[in-house]
């Protein structure tokens, strides 16, 4: 959208509209006096709760003049405006701020700043409310307005999460060597056209191709660049207590989903105690049925609800119980008393992708040939080999209606055991 200066320059002589907002910037001294932070807030998230746009600040909007800013002002105002994105808007905006030059005939070279502002996967709020942008003002959003965007940008869209767009990505932030994998003999020989039909790409509401939420967490090596939250946190505890001081080992695993699932199953195989009985033969007893933790790993990331923002998952490790947050409630009916004897999945592409990704760790005692089963098997396994483990039947709990959490209580040394 207006990316070389012949088309900005005419758009700023036909004015504002649904995409565009003009601007000046006032100083006095280091300080900006206008436009106030506030309008400023509410005009950034009106323009991503509606549609990609663009603000140029440094132009007037009545006169569709040029003014510019001074270049010794320049960081200023773009310190200013990721305050404004990451302080005064909910969740923060992400944006890209650019500083471009404009030579004009009869004033010679001015510097505006740009911000392309692109169609968000949230809602976002404002200091002044919930706005959208209608043509070229912001309008508050009426409740029905705000339930409607609402919907359709959570998992009750008929297009699940898992296969909405990424706004700020571009179909070459995919890997070829993540997304290769895929492929059978049956797939497309085009790779664009095997990358849609498995929904790695889709067509943004501009019938623009981009990565979807599955595609950038499947096949892009830094999922996190367009997907804050896509990373697991996992930290292990000396003794029963969560406390920072008493931290041995933490480690936030980024990369693809499957990659996160090898490492957190490996932050536990190293972490956790093994005792052994020595005689007559020496004996070891993990803490923990690896097969169950990474039943349990998998689970978290496949059904994880990755429209939340701010939340990611948590691996916590103590000496006497291993903790699993995952974001989100339980998908469409299921209950926390019936976990294990049904199957529901809130990303149906992501399981599928996962389905067919070979097993990538020595799970003892499992059959798994690849990473995924969708037969509903993960969470009996859990159960029951923790609680064969333990004597003890791991937990569920429901958190705030938003975050599910698994506790599965650790192995503990018997007589003669170190």
Avoid at 17 to 25: A, M
Avoid at 90 to 102: A, F, N, S
Avoid at 166 to 187: G, H, N, Q, V, Y
Avoid at 196 to 209: N, S, Y
Wanted: charged letters at 25%; a negative charge; proline letters at 6%.
């Amino acid at each position: 959208m207006f990316e070389n200066i012949p088309d900005i320059l005419k758009q700023i002589s036909l004015g504002e509209d649904s995409v565009l907002e003009l601007k000046t910037v006032e100083f006095s001294g280091e300080k900006i006096t206008g436009p106030h932070r506030n309008s400023m807030a509410d005009e950034l998230a009106a323009i991503a709760n509606t549609h990609t746009g663009v603000i140029l600040l440094g132009v007037d909007d009545q006169s569709k003049t040029i003014v510019g800013i001074p270049r010794d002002h320049l960081d200023v105002v773009e310190s200013w405006l990721r305050e404004i994105c990451n302080d005064l808007i909910e969740p923060p905006l992400d944006c890209v701020i650019r500083k471009v030059p404009i030579t004009t005939g009869d004033s010679g070279e001015k510097v505006v700043i740009r911000i392309d502002v692109p169609r968000s996967l949230f809602v976002h709020q404002s200091p002044g409310g919930y706005f959208r942008r209608i043509g070229s003002s912001k309008r508050r959003m009426k409740p029905d307005v705000l339930a409607r965007l609402f919907q359709q940008r959570s998992q009750a869209r008929l297009i699940r999460f898992d296969e909405q767009t990424i706004p700020t990505a571009k179909p070459d932030a995919l890997s070829p060597e993540l997304w290769k994998r895929f492929r059978t003999i049956l797939s497309p020989a085009n790779d664009m056209e095997f990358l849609e039909k498995m929904k790695l790409i889709a067509r943004d509401e501009d019938g623009v191709l981009r990565p979807t939420v599955s595609g950038v967490l499947m096949a892009s090596e830094h999922p996190e660049s367009f997907i804050a939250t896509a990373y697991i946190q996992a930290v292990c505890y000396r003794g029963n207590e969560r406390n920072a001081a008493y931290q041995l080992d933490a480690k936030d695993i980024t990369g693809p989903l499957d990659e996160q699932i090898r490492e957190a199953y490996k932050f536990v195989e190293r972490n956790m105690r093994i005792f052994a009985i020595k005689a007559p033969n020496r004996i070891e007893t993990p803490q923990f049925s690896m097969n169950a933790v990474f039943e349990a790993v998998v689970n978290a990331v496949a059904h994880r609800d990755y429209s939340i923002y701010g939340s990611r998952i948590r691996l916590h490790l103590f000496a006497d119980q291993l903790e699993l947050f995952s974001p989100g409630t339980i998908p469409n009916t299921m209950t926390i008393d019936s976990l294990s004897e049904r199957q529901s999945s809130r990303n149906e592409l992501l399981s599928s992708l996962l389905a067919r990704c070979p097993m990538n760790v020595n799970a003892i005692g499992s059959q798994r040939s690849f990473i995924m089963d969708k037969r509903g098997e993960g969470v009996p396994i859990i159960i029951t080999e923790s609680e064969k483990l333990s004597g003890r039947r791991p937990e569920y709990q429901l958190l705030d209606d938003a975050e599910l959490k698994l506790t599965i209580f650790a192995a503990k040394p018997s007589h003669g055991e170190d």
